[in-house]
């Protein structure tokens, strides 16, 4: 009969509901790979470095930067030159040819700066702290692209689980919305049950296509930085379980020893904190040069020239000098007012590396805690998940008996949704997050950083 018809249609939806909320909920707690994922978190690290083009060009800074090192240490070197000069008597050209006036003479000169005031060492030092500064900028743009990569290859995983969230809302929703249709043309609800199923059914698909588009934006975004179309594998959670149950589990004490611990290694590994170091010391070495530039300076030169001439013949001794000299600076005034302007770059210098490293330190612990709170999120999202799926069952099976209202049923599947939803922001996060920190410390080794946080 037509009671027993309705309640096998019922039935039939009432499973579908529950298949689809049941498949959605397990698709958060397991990420399992693709079939089409074929590039490792490795792999993708490799391809964004090697196509890095702030990459090349710090790597192409150092190049140039060792050059004028090389240049630098060269301007201690004797300076040498050879000149070479022809000449002929035109006057007497009516008697004699032009091959009988003419005269050649060759000059060689040897100069040797014997002392500058130290001029010079200072200078090579300058361009050796430029070298040093020039390989942390490497660095840091290494790290950077690093950091870019890791980003982008968890934006677009965490895109696609937003995705397969989307359309399991989408199809829990339509089947409620089949059932309530079911029901409406039974008369067992009113027109209004089923305009607000429809509408509900409307908004998770607008939902889906802003999914679709955040992946699209995403899958474009790593593969500007890869340059292949290779989709990520997935990220195995259990590698990152220890740590963030060390996190959760941290007494006050541990958290603290764990801070010191970081900020130990960004003070030796930063790049950003070694190249605000160098600035220091490269303005103390102009403060150096400054000063030297008001010293007395002595310098050699020796000179020898040959000569020959059709009427004398050659000459190879025709002339020469050894000639010492002697400059003494008598600017005082300019001198000493470039000592202070190079005293006053040096202060700011000192200031801007202190307030480097106290950015930094600050950075870390505010990183640390806010991995902490990830690390919660996950477990308390993760927990709220299990309970919104325990309470649509129960809300399912009332509604199945005419105990529950469709606002009911709505209510608990918006709970599973956003119980997902922030499961799953909640792990990419805590992903992210580790990144930049490993990144701030220093550290290229993901499982070194990894060892200390567990």
């Excluded at 692209?145 to 980003?151: M, N, P, R, T, V």
Aim: aromatic fraction near 4%; proline fraction near 1%; charge should be negative.
């Amino acid at each position: 009969n037509k009671g027993v018809e309705k309640m096998k249609l019922k039935t039939a939806m009432c499973v579908i509901v529950l298949l689809a909320v049941v498949g959605a909920g397990s698709g958060v707690f397991a990420d399992a790979a693709s079939p089409d994922s074929s590039m490792s978190l490795a792999a993708a690290r490799d391809l964004a470095l090697s196509r890095s083009k702030s990459l090349k060009q710090a790597t192409l800074a150092v190049d140039a930067s060792l050059l004028a090192e090389k240049g630098a240490s060269y301007n201690a070197l004797p300076d040498a030159s050879v000149s070479v000069k022809g000449a002929f008597d035109y006057a007497g050209a009516s008697s004699l040819s032009l091959a009988d006036t003419a005269a050649v003479s060759a000059t060689l000169s040897v100069s040797q700066a014997i002392y500058d005031g130290g001029a010079n060492a200072i200078l090579l030092a300058i361009d050796k702290l430029a070298t040093k500064s020039a390989r942390q900028e490497a660095r840091a743009a290494y790290f950077d692209a690093l950091l870019a990569i890791d980003q982008a290859y968890y934006g677009l995983l965490e895109a696609k689980s937003a995705l397969e969230a989307a359309e399991s809302d989408l199809a829990a929703s339509k089947a409620h919305q089949d059932i309530t249709q079911a029901k409406f043309s039974s008369g067992m609800v009113i027109k209004a049950s089923l305009m607000e199923a429809q509408a509900e059914t409307a908004s998770k698909e607008t939902a889906l296509s802003q999914a679709r588009k955040s992946l699209a934006v995403a899958k474009s975004s790593l593969k500007s930085l890869t340059g292949t179309d290779a989709q990520p594998t997935a990220i195995e959670q259990a590698t990152y379980q220890g740590a963030m149950d060390r996190l959760m589990g941290m007494s006050e004490g541990d958290a603290a020893a764990l801070v010191a611990t970081l900020r130990a290694s960004a003070a030796a590994n930063n790049p950003d904190l070694a190249a605000a170091s160098i600035a220091v010391e490269t303005a103390n070495k102009e403060i150096e040069q400054a000063k030297a530039g008001s010293s007395p300076a002595i310098a050699a030169s020796w000179s020898h020239t040959a000569s020959y001439s059709a009427a004398a013949g050659l000459d190879l001794a025709s002339g020469g000098a050894l000639t010492l000299s002697l400059s003494i600076p008598l600017d005082y005034l300019a001198a000493q007012n470039a000592v202070k302007i190079k005293s006053v770059g040096a202060a700011k210098a000192s200031l801007a590396s202190q307030a480097a490293s106290d950015s930094l330190m600050l950075d870390i612990e505010s990183d640390l805690y806010g991995l902490v709170s990830s690390a919660s999120s996950v477990a308390s999202s993760a927990k709220a998940l299990e309970y919104a799926e325990s309470n649509y069952t129960a809300k399912l099976e009332l509604f199945k008996l005419s105990k529950a209202s469709s606002s009911d049923l709505s209510d608990a599947q918006l709970l599973v949704s956003s119980s997902r939803s922030a499961l799953i922001s909640a792990r990419y996060t805590f992903l992210k997050g580790l990144s930049a920190l490993r990144c701030l410390v220093g550290m290229e080794e993901e499982g070194l950083f990894l060892s200390l946080v567990r």
